[in-house]
Structures are given as C-alpha cells and as structure tokens.
C-alpha cells in the first residue's frame, strides 16, 4: 500500500518534511489521517503508468483512497479516467455520479434540465453530512447575502461567518473538449472520500457542485466519432453536430439564452447563488488560468477583477512551487464580452472563471511541439510549456484536478473573504443604483415592435431581473414615462447585468485583439428604444414589479370581412403567416389608411378569413388586428407561402444553427438537406426558397467541401458504433461539398424562379463565383472590427425586404467581412491587417484613453440611393462554373441595393469597436439580386447572430414570405 504525499506549505497545519521525490517537486509532509487511509493500490499503479511525463503530477492526485462502500471510477467503469484511448458517455458519468449519491451520505444528485434531445443535465453537491442535510439553509444563507434590501449589515456579518460558499464546477460544453468530463470523474469520489486534511477542509467548508457534461448531446456525439475512428480504422466524421442548433458558440449564449444548457446553468444560478461558478476548457498549453488582459468590461465590479486574479495567482504559485511547467495567467482572454457561459456568474456578481487545459486526446500525443511564443518565459508564464513534451490523457487529468484541488481548498479556507466579497459586489449594486449616474431604465411599451419589447422584457425577468410595470404617466430626469411601459430600478442586485446589456460598448481600439464581439447593445440588436433616468425620485413612482413574464393576448377589432394585420416588425408575424398557411393573404405594397388607421408597407390584408381561425392565431400570438368592410385601395401582392430548403455543408454548422433556431422558434417549416444533394439538380421542382447561411470557410471550401482523400466513404449516420449521430441529418459519405456543379444548380434554381438567401461566407462564394453578378467582396486591409453594432442605411425602403422597419435607419450587427461592392471593382475577401491596432496582448495602462468613435443613435430618414452594376472575377473552376460577363451587352438586370452603411465613416459604429471605418462607407448591407426569374438575396450583416438580433430577423423573413414578389416597388431602370 502506498502512502499519499500530502501538501505542505501554508495549506495544512502539518509540517513534517520527507525526502524530496524524483520528479523535482516541493518536499511533502506526511499526514497521520491520510497515512492511515486505506490506498487503492491498483488505482495508483494505473495513475503512474498513464502518467507519460511525470512533472505532471502532485501529491495531491497521485494516489487513491480506497474505500469499502463508495465505488471508486475503477470499480464502476472498470478503468481511471486518464486511459488512453478510452472516453465515458454523458449517461455513463450520470449513472456513476448517481452510485456516488447511494453510496456516500457526502454526495447529493440530481438534475438541473435537459438537452434539446432529451438527455439530463445533471449535479452533485459535496459536502459534509451536515451541511448536506442542511443544504437549503445554506441556500437561503447565500440568497441572503444577494440581497441587501431584505438583508441588514448585521445579518450578512453574522451569515458570513455561518454560511459555506457554494463552488460550482461545471464543463463538456465544447464536446471536443473531453477530459474535463474525464477529470470530474475522479475528483467527484476524492472529494467524497479521502479524509487527508487537505480534503476535510473542503468538505467541510464549502460546497461543491459538479456538473460534468453540460453540453450532453454533443458529448455522446463525440465519443460515437472516436470510437468509430479507433474500432474501424477509418477517418472519424467531423463534429458536425454538438448540440442541435450550434458548436462551439454554446458559449456565446450568455446574454440569447436560447440553449437549453445556457437556461439550466441560469436558473440553478438563480437558485442556489454560488459563489463561484468553473468552467473547464481545453484550448492552450498546458493549463491557464483566467484572469484576462483587458480591457475589461468597464460595468464589472473593481472587486471582480480583484477575485480573477486573488485566486488565479494562488494556482500558479502552488503549481510553479512544484514544479509543473506551463501553468499560466493573463496572455489569453480579455474580459469584455458578457456572453460566455461562467459570465452567468459575473452578471450575478458571483465569481466566474474558467481553465484553458491541454487536449486530452484522449490518444497519447508523443513529440507535442509548442512554438517559441507559447514556450517564452513571461512575468506571466514563470515556468512556461516546454518545446516539446509527450501529452497524454493522465496528464490532463493531473494537471487541471491539482489546479482545481488548490482552488477549491484556498476559497475553503478563505471562506468568510469570498463570502464577503459575493455581499459586497451584491451590496455595491443596489448602492451604485441609488447613487449612480442612472437610477432606472425604461422600455416604452408602445414602441412599433411592441412584441418584440415583450421579448426583451421577459428574457430580462428570466436571467432574474426585477421589471415593474409604470402604473400611470409620470417625468424623471426628463423622461417621460407612460402608463404601461416597462421600468427598470438600477437600485437591484442584478444591476450589473443591466449595465452591461443595455450600455454602449467603447472597445478601444489600441488595445490587445478582441476575444470575441465588441459591441452587443441589447436595444440596438433588437431595433428598440430604451431610456436612462438620472432622478432617484422614479424610486418614488408608482411601480408594479412583474411577477410573471407578460403574455399578452392579442385580439381582432373592428368589423367586415377583411383583416388587416399592420407590419410591425414583430417577429410573431412570420409565425402568423405560416400557422395560417392554407388563408390568403396579401401584402400591401405601400403604407395606407383604413378606418382612420395608418398602415406600413408589407401590411397582412386578408381578404375573406375565416375570422374565428384568425382570432384564434391572434390571440395565441399576442398581436393585434382590425376587421374592415372592404379591401383597401392599395398595390398589393399575394404572399403565398414557400416550400423552403434549407442547405448545410458538412464543413460547418456553426452559423446556420442560428438561421434553424429562429425559424424553429417562429414556427418556419423547411427541409434540412445538404449541399452534396444540390449536386443531383432538380432544386426549382422541390423549393421555391433555399436558405443557405454562413458556413465560416473560404469560397473554394465551401465548394471542395470535406476533401475526397483517400477512397474510403466518411458516413455521418445512425449506427452500431455510432447510436447518437444521424439525428438532424444523415449521410453514407459527406465528402464533395457542394462542387462546381452545385453551384451551377444554385444558378439554374434562382433563373427559374426560385429565392436564393445568404450571409457571411455563402455570400462572398456566390460573388467570388461570379453566380451574384454586379457583387463582388472587396479587400479591405486597413479595417479592423469584430462583432459591433453598426448604423445600417435603407436605400430602397420600397423593397419588401424592409417592410415593417420604420424610419431610414436601424442598426445591425457586422464583423470584418463580407464587405460587398455593387458596381465596384472590388475582389477577394477582407482580411485582419497584422500591423494594425490591437494586435499585442500588452494592455495601455489607460486603456480608454483613445477611445472608438462611437456615433449617436439618432436614425433619420435616408434617402434612397440607386445601385450600380460591377464586373465580377472569372471562376477558378474554369467553365464548369457559370460566371457573370465581363464585356458585351449591357445587363438588363441590376442588384438592388436595399441597406448599406452611412456614407461617412464617423456616423457607422454604434457600439464596439471599428478602425478603418472608411473602408465600409457606402458599401451594401443588403442586396437583392434578380437573376432570370429569381432572386438572391444576400447578407452583409448577419440578420441572425447568436440569439441577440432579433430587430434584424425580419429582414430574413421578408425575403422568405414575399419571395416571388421581391421587385416590388423597383422603379424601372
């Protein structure tokens, strides 16, 4: 039997030293209770052999208390986590986590939700018998300390001492990422049974959470693809599919809340108020830890910032003290987007943060090379990754549970510090809110979307938010508030969220490259209206706090055989349009009054409803609607309803998961298919509509597709080996992509007839192809933005691409590419310039003292600009490809220029961040291109960005509801 070695240092009490071990690391000290601790022999045999370099390991996590009655991992599974060349599906690690509950009066299980397929998300909580017999004292303990409006200065003194912090760990989000759900395996039964004071003091001192797989779909996916490739020797499918509707952008979906597993972690945050919440990842070499390089997002709590790194430096110390290269902070991430998962936590002044590990493989890796910037010695990086190293599994598996270890036991001993600091941050909030410089936020309820405030509203109340409801008119600060409209009192604990969603980004553009977007202004994303107040007497209004989401009811006015439905821009219009799809409809082609009403372009006139049907949809949607005698006087066209086809290529389903989401959400039916089918022709006889949104690859890849190397197919299918695969879409082989004579189909489609949609990379392949002919992509090497908000122009508010958006202005979401030329001469596509601003990690010591300009949201009405016709590059393909004409007779038909950006480069970005703005002036946002009898209509924003843009959706949905009437309103040329 071998005995532990038990950490030293400031973390124990004991101090009796042992001879230094041959791996270099700190001398440990023997520890009486853990010495005699029966040791899982075997487990620790098998620790050691997977063990490929043995600087990765420490006292800490190189043995394995044995015990009688809780099954260790090698007893449930028959194998350690750490194996090489073996995985745990998400089922499996549930089932283990449940025995642990059965076997241990320490561990508690239970489910937090379930995935959009079904599978349970899951927890456990670790904590001595008596805390976990008295977890929901705990619970309102912690709930206490959020809130100091119910809770005195005594109270929260007297519950810091008594209550136990709550750290949740959680991981599995990006399934690729395996060996954070591999690790939790292990640190779940240590934690429940060692009795090493080190461990004691963790139990009984806090709380831990575990949630091993959060995106449990994608796990199971994962595994099926390795053991395929492993039992059959041939190439793995791609991951193709992690969850239902997106990949890695599972992590973007903070502030959309549309996932499943983003809505579950939401509420148990809600719920049980951690202090800490831990997200595991694996992107660098070999473990960082969070803490940023700014700039960080200017609405945080200075104390938050302060915890990032109070914590962070106590794991790099213990780590570096034992030796363990690579272990790191600050060089990696900045610290501005609130939209990643752990934000959850930031946003509800808990503390977030996450790790960055080495992959686990799980295969082992000899020769890992590292290049010379990773393996530099920074202030940051004391004893940095080497230049070469064999990688495998059980070295993940140490490095991040030893992190994780010293992490959890410093907020064990620390406890009443990171207690304090959770009333604080919760304490400052409601302080800040009083005393601030906005004292509320209103949403005026009768703005032209009103639904659409309904919607923001509620995803506000669900992310815990306190809303209330103006009860009559009243001024504050100079706002005027209506009966009805939606106030938000910055005097709440959740006053951070609020800032943070609904305040103008100003990302400097000096400083280190963005992580991700830049700009996310709630109100701007969602063409919405919000005010600030700065008079702490709107406490004083009368206010009604909402004690439930708003369901309105709409309903049918008026009498006569007609409806009229007004577009609003309401996203429950398309839903309307295809949950009465069998009713005719019309589209007004011009505003228009009846019954002394005014209504816009793109009304719904229905000219002979069945008007109980209608009121039913009506009802159930929230929207309004007028009966009148007659049909009004106005150009109209029928929307009649299309078969649509919706294209993926099996490079990349990122993006258009989010194209899937809002349809699904609003109710769109289509038919999901893949770009090899295109292939086999016969597109106009299936679909009047095909949808094919950005793929995130170079024109040529989005055509090569998954390359035919090598002879053997590479199916994505439901099978033996593979159980959880096949369930969006299926395929023998996915190699080929969409091919020169796909494209050619896609061509033949729109000249018959069909509707052709795009964005991002999809748009930039049709110009580069020449299949959009008069656009073509520009380069654009001196401008630098990534996911801002930006001033979008209409250019032809008579295209029923704008019905229903008032005004000549309304802003969009845009990064770096594609940036379209109509009639120009642009080619090839934009690119990052490596010499521009931003491209170190060194932060300016003022960081916002040269700020973005950003422009003023003041829309005015723009006027509408007549498009120009471009050349437009030859196909690489050759002549398989169709290309535009480059000489010859003059087209007779010209892309329609439907919005673009302001002429000026200072009026375009309105939050986030933008250098070389002059690059985009004047250049087209939207595009409507007839070709033969059809249309491609196409997307330099991104009309449906994460779940954030939903003020931008109908500029999608126009184009599908009035497919086969897109020229209406065209002046003739």
Known sequence: MRTPRIVTFALLASTAAVPAVATAQAAPAADTPAAVQPQDAEYGRLINEYLVDKRFTTELVDHMPASDTVPSPLKFFGRIPGKPGELEYSGDIARYYKELARTSPRVKFWTVGKSEEGRDIVVIAIADEETLKNLDMNKAALAALGDSRRTSEAEARKLIKTAKPLYWITSGIHSPETGGPQMLIELAYRLAVEETPFIQKIRNNMVTFITPVLEVDGRDKMVDTYY????????????????????????????????????????GTLEWHPTVLHDLHEAQSYLYVSTGTGPYNPSLDPIASNEWWLLAETEVMEMTKRNVPGVFTYGFYD??????????????????????????????????????????????????????????????????ESAILFALNKVATDRETYLENYWIKNKNAVDIGRTGDINAWVIPAAQTARLNVVDMANGLRQQGVEISVAGAPFTAGGVNVAAGDYVIRADQPYRTLVDMYLGVQNYPVA???????????????????????????????????????????????????????????????????????????????????????????????????????????????????????????????PLSVPRIGYMHSWLRTQDEGWWRAAFDHY????????????????????????????????????????????????????????????????????????????????????????????????????????????????????????????????????????????????PVYFSQTPVLKVGGAGRGMAYFDPNAPGSNIAQKV??????????????????????????????????????????????????????????????????????????????????????????????????FWRWQTQGSYFLGFNAIINWDHLDAGKSAQ
């Open 846 to 943: 003022t960081p916002n003292e040269t700020p973005a300009h950003i422009s003023p949201w003041e829309p005015e009405q723009a006027k509408a600009a007549k498009p120009a016709n471009a050349d437009v590059p030859n196909s690489p393909f050759g002549s398989a490809l169709p290309v535009s004409r480059t000489g010859g007779a003059e087209p007779t038909q010209h892309p329609r220029v439907v919005m673009s950006f302001p002429a000026k480069a200072d009026d375009i970005l309105l939050s986030g961040m933008l250098s070389g703005g002059d690059a985009l002036q004047n250049n087209a946002l939207l595009v409507d291109v007839p070709q033969g009898k059809g249309h491609m209509v196409l997307y330099a924003l991104r009309p």
């Open 228 to 267: 395929y490739g492993k039992k059959t020797g041939n190439p793995r499918p791609p991951m193709m599919y992690w969850g239902k509707y997106v990949a890695h952008d599972n992590n973007r979906d903070g502030m959309g809340q549309y996932l499943k597993l983003t809505q579950a972690l939401t509420k």
């Open 335 to 400: 610290g501005w987007v609130p939209n990643y998962l752990f934000w959850i936590a930031v946003t509800h002044n808990s503390f977030g943060r996450f790790y960055e590990v080495q992959s686990y493989g799980p295969d082992i890796q000899k020769g890992l090379k590292l290049p010379p910037s990773v393996t530099s010695r920074e202030w940051f990086r004391p004893n940095p990754p080497l230049p070469t190293i064999d990688w495998g599994p059980r070295n993940n598996t140490n490095i991040q």
């Open 667 to 810: 109710g769109i039916p289509y038919t999901y298919f893949a770009d090899i089918k295109a292939r086999a022709g016969g597109l106009r006889a299936k679909y009047d509509v095909i949808v094919y949104p950005n793929v995130g690859s170079s024109a040529q890849d989005q055509v090569v597709g998954v390359a035919m190397n090598g002879t053997k197919p590479i199916p994505y299918k439901k099978s033996a080996l593979t159980p959880n695969l096949g369930t969006l879409d299926s395929a023998d082989d996915i190699r080929g992509g969409l091919g020169a004579d796909g494209l050619a189909e896609l061509k033949k489609f729109v000249e018959q007839g069909g509707t052709l949609i795009g964005d991002g990379s999809t748009v930039e392949m049709l110009a580069q192809y020449g299949i959009a002919a008069g656009v073509s992509v520009a380069e654009t090497p001196k401008l630098y933005t990534k996911g801002a908000v930006m001033r979008g122009v209409f250019k032809d508010k008579a295209s029923p691409l704008a019905y229903g958006y008032a005004g000549g202005e309304m």
């Open 511 to 637: 400083n280190p490259r963005p992580y991700d977007d830049t700009g996310w202004t709630m109100q701007y994303l969602r063409n919405l209206t919000v005010k600030t107040v700065k008079d702490p007497g709107v406490f004083n209004q009368p206010l009604t706090l909402l004690a439930d989401d708003v369901r309105p009811r709409g309903v049918v006015s008026g009498s006569g055989p007609v409806i009229l439905v007004n577009h609003s821009g309401d996203n429950e219009l398309v839903s309307f349009r295809f949950r009465l799809a069998r009713t005719k409809m019309l589209a007004a082609e011009a505003p228009f009054e009846a019954g002394g009403r005014k209504y816009a372009a793109g009304t719904f006139i229905l000219p002979a409803a069945n008007r109980a049907e209608v009121e039913k949809v009506v009802a159930d949607l929230g929207l309004s609607a007028e009966a009148v005698g007659t049909v009004p006087s106005v150009a109209s066209h």
